[in-house]
């Protein structure tokens, strides 16, 4: 499966054109949009019973991009006129169709597109030299002030960025209609998750792969910038076996370069699956919101499945705190099961703590950790004390603590006054004897 340097959804819509409320459903589409098309309607049959309307959007959402109209309400075609657009676009070359040229390239094929950018496979055609490339360029209707920002600041952070699982930039201009583009390395592969369940790749090699994602990302956060959007689809991994961190289109400098709210905006644009509690929550972002999502990822590889179980309010998994079940506790395969209770128990759950300060330090930290269990070596990272848990429990049932506690404090005091009393019942009788 071929793919591009960008995955083939983008993070989200345009702040400007989505207010605080919608982003909610706009991170479930671009969740569901990595599914089959079967995996993705089971989803949204159980999404139905807790969110109704939110299911009956995405629903007709989906119906649009695989080009039924007719199924379009006119609630969703007002609040989300941009997915729509782009799924009715024809391909390059049609009467309404983007440049058949951008600059010295050729758009040969759309391979996917995202809030706010589409990526074709590009070939150069200036006759210099012969070169595919992927070309990311701005939506026809998406050209606004802020998307245009957004769109050079992205162009700008990969141009910072030089690491081999880092898809590199290549080149950028203008295409004839204003709209800007940029060039990226064109990566062959398929999202990490995919490519081990197709490959059936060991134990082994799925944590190696993550380790390489670590590495990546470890790279970009000393450079300062959080990716804020790792999810299987930004991590392609080739046909080499090599692992390629893709679309930095909502990545934040943490030596900030944006007005107030302009970072307001974009904090609010977001994946919830892969979503760290503090992103979700509106709280501030940093190096730590990628370990969770690596954390996620990691989970996924070796369970099989998400730590979410179920489609609930981001918002309530965000505050439910440390209540991940262990991947091994998940598994089917006892085998695959045993090697993955204790120290890689430990290593996920460590990455996907509530509270960003007790997760792992940083990807390096997360990737240090792995490399000590693939050596057969003591992990850095230790597992949560009883009395850690314990005072977490009281916490977050307050009460029902304090309820049980006068209870219990009931129960002795009224025994105590029993067993007083039949001591002085057993003194009386022995002075009447």
């Not at 700008?156 to 290549?170: E, T, V």
């Not at 506790?329 to 204790?342: E, I």
């Not at 049932?397 to 002085?424: D, F, N, Q, S, Y």
Request: hydrophobic content about 40%; some cysteine; overall charge neutral.
């Amino acid at each position: 499966m071929s793919s591009e340097a960008v995955p083939q959804r983008g993070s989200a819509a345009s702040p400007a054109s989505c207010p605080a409320e919608e982003t909610e459903w706009l991170g479930w589409f671009d969740q569901l949009a990595d599914m089959s098309a079967e995996e993705r309607a089971a989803r949204l049959d159980r999404l139905a019973g807790e969110q109704p309307e939110l299911a009956d959007r995405l629903a007709r959402l989906f119906a649009a991009e695989e080009g039924a109209p007719p199924l379009l309400s006119r609630p969703v075609a007002e609040r989300a006129p941009e997915l729509v657009a782009a799924a009715l676009a024809p391909a390059p070359g049609g009467p309404d169709g983007p440049a058949l040229q951008a600059g010295p390239y050729r758009l040969l094929k759309l391979l996917g597109r995202g809030g706010m950018g589409e990526v074709y496979r590009a070939e150069r055609a200036d006759g210099v030299f012969e070169q595919q490339v992927a070309l990311k360029l701005v939506r026809r209707g998406m050209d606004s002030e802020e998307i245009v920002r957004r769109f050079h600041r992205e162009r700008q952070i990969l141009a910072r960025l030089a690491h081999p699982g880092i898809a590199r930039i290549l080149d950028g201009g203008t295409a004839p209609d204003g709209r800007p583009y940029f060039v990226l390395e064109l990566v062959d592969g398929e999202p990490i998750l995919a490519y081990c369940r197709r490959h059936g790749s060991p134990l082994e090699e799925r944590l190696r792969l993550v380790i390489d994602a670590c590495d990546a990302v470890d790279s970009a956060h000393r450079n300062l910038v959080v990716h804020r959007d790792l999810k299987p689809s930004n991590l392609l991994v080739s046909t080499g076996g090599q692992v390629k961190l893709l679309d930095f289109g909502i990545a934040k400098l943490l030596a900030n370069d944006m007005s107030e709210t302009a970072t307001r905006q974009e904090d609010r644009l977001l994946t919830p699956a892969y979503a760290a509690p503090e992103q979700i929550l509106g709280e501030p972002v940093t190096t730590a919101t990628d370990v969770y999502a690596l954390g996620v990822i990691l989970f996924e590889l070796l369970a099989g499945r998400s730590p979410h179980t179920r489609f609930r309010s981001p918002q309530v998994v965000a505050k439910e705190g440390d209540t991940v079940e262990r991947p091994s506790a998940v598994l089917q395969d006892r085998r695959f099961a045993r090697r993955v209770r204790g120290e890689l128990d430990t290593i996920v759950l460590a990455a996907l703590r509530r509270d960003p300060a007790r997760r792992y330090r940083s990807a390096a930290d997360l990737a240090a950790d792995l490399r000590r269990f693939l050596e057969g070596r003591p992990l850095q990272v230790r597992p949560d004390s009883l009395l850690y848990r314990t005072r977490k429990l009281v916490l977050r049932h307050k009460l029902a603590t304090v309820a049980l506690a006068a209870a219990v404090a009931g129960l002795v005091g009224g025994l105590g006054v029993a067993v007083r009393e039949a001591e002085i019942a057993r003194a009386e009788a022995r002075r009447a004897e």
